[in-house]
């Protein structure tokens, strides 16, 4: 492997812990809905989840939690250095796409997409923040994807390239 090589190879697994990372802190569904196969009793109370029970799991109480993902409304791509299973020894806490038999489908179409668009975007436009992007992005409460109140207003400015 050439420096060049290794440096590309060190690039991309980078815009992918960005991609995890964003994942954490934006995932699409804010929610996750299962069935609860078996009756279960919940640790320390006297709580009893029925067989057949709708469950929701919420991502962001999840990927929020202080005690798996330290300053967690900081952007930290550097947390998923060692990969998600970190995340995952003591029961599932990271997942943006499910987990096991009823993981989604579409989460390997869904990188593929993204990272498509983001080439294509960015090695055409230049993309900054303007007046009305805010630093913190408020949800739309009642929305079954997570998605903001306002959009994500951006400047988007056409690459020109200057003769050499």
Known sequence: MTMDQGSKHVKRKASFFQYRESLRMYPVLPFLDRRCNAEYKLPNSDLVVEKGLPVYIPMFGLHFDEKYFPDPLKY?????????????????????????????????????????????????????????????????????????????????????????
């Open 76 to 164: 930290k791509p550097e947390r998923f250095e060692n990969g998600t299973n970190v995340y995952n020894k003591d029961g599932i806490v990271f997942m943006p796409f499910g987990e096991g038999p009823r993981i989604c489908i579409g989460e390997r179409f869904g990188l593929l997409a993204t990272k498509l668009a983001l080439v294509r975007i960015l090695s055409e436009f230049e993309v900054v923040r303007n007046m009305k992007t805010p630093d913190v992005i408020d949800f739309t409460p009642k929305s079954f994807i997570l998605q903001s109140k306002i959009g994500l207003p951006m400047k988007i400015k056409k690459i020109t390239s200057t003769p050499a």
